[in-house]
């Protein structure tokens, strides 16, 4: 469970595509040839791009390796075509997943490609960042339970002097925080859920809530330890962060747009 509600990227990941863009279209120079099939050089090279885009380095060593590997694989490939197990219905079935795959990766390289962000936009999700967030973060501790009435009890026995985080650590089903007491790190309010946001800032350094607080994941008992001044790194800093959800948003809208287009039966 997450009490946290961070904006998820699609599964498909648009931070890793930013970085891996498509090459233009170049003549297929054969890497290898293997029984008289050549392995083209830019299967390699998709590879190495990939991995550069998540910061694994680039070496004659690493290039050779691959190299061995994508050999491997395909004396593996056309011995498996001899057995004829690319007629097994299962086979298909993973080959034409992963042609699917494939599509939906070149859509979106091809979107970001054909969508770049300008620096107004970043700018004005900067400042939109900052309003979001505010001036403060807070450390807090929770319990998560299920039912409000839980929720009342937990609060009149902490007021009787039992410890919050000992019946964290006992009934909450935040198994996030659950093993450290309930407690949760140093976070601004605009990161977590509504109306926990809400009820955290009215609260003063060492107070607990005196109603229980409800929202998606269950009945919630908050105590705020401590507050401190909200430092937000400077633009320049998180403006690949910026360019990220800004992309995620509009991607996610372009894909919405097509989904009310089509015709599902």
Same mark, same amino acid.
């Given at each position: ?64 390796? *691959?190299?061995?590997? *994508?050999?491997? /694989? /395909?004396?593996?490939?056309? /011995? ?41 936009? *970043? ?6 960042? !900052?309003?979001?967030?505010?001036? !403060? ?6 319990? *998560? ?117 089509? !015709?599902?039966?």
């Amino acid at each position: 469970m997450q009490l946290i509600k961070f904006s998820q990227l699609m599964a498909i990941g648009i931070s890793g595509l930013i970085a891996v863009t498509a090459a233009q279209a170049q003549p297929a120079v054969p890497m290898a040839k293997v029984n008289g099939v050549a392995i083209p050089q830019s299967r390699l090279d998709f590879i190495i791009k990939a991995r550069a885009s998540q910061g694994q380095p680039d070496t004659p060593e690493v290039r050779r390796a *691959l190299r061995d590997d *994508l050999i491997a /694989e /395909e004396v593996i490939a056309q /011995e498996a075509l001899r057995k004829g197990l690319d007629k097994d219905p299962e086979i298909i079935a993973q080959l034409e997943i992963a042609r699917q795959t494939a599509l939906v990766r070149a859509y979106q390289i091809d979107y970001i490609k054909t969508h770049p962000v300008s620096d107004e936009a *970043l700018r004005k999700e900067f400042e939109a960042l !900052k309003a979001q967030m505010g001036d !403060k973060e807070y450390k807090a501790r929770h319990v *998560l339970v299920a039912t409000e009435a839980e929720a009342k009890n937990i609060i009149a026995s902490i007021k009787k002097g039992t410890r919050l985080d000992k019946i964290a650590q006992e009934k909450s089903m935040d198994t996030g925080s659950k093993s450290k007491g309930g407690e949760l790190d140093w976070s601004p309010a605009g990161n977590y859920v509504e109306p926990f946001a809400a009820a955290l800032t009215k609260l003063n350094k060492g107070q607990l809530t005196e109603q229980p607080v409800q929202t998606p994941f269950g009945w919630h008992v908050i105590r705020l330890d401590d507050v401190r001044p909200l430092k937000i790194p400077p633009f320049e800093e998180i403006k690949n962060n910026l360019t990220q959800r800004v992309l995620q948003r509009q991607f996610e809208g372009a894909v919405n747009e097509l989904r009310a287009k089509a !015709k599902v039966e």
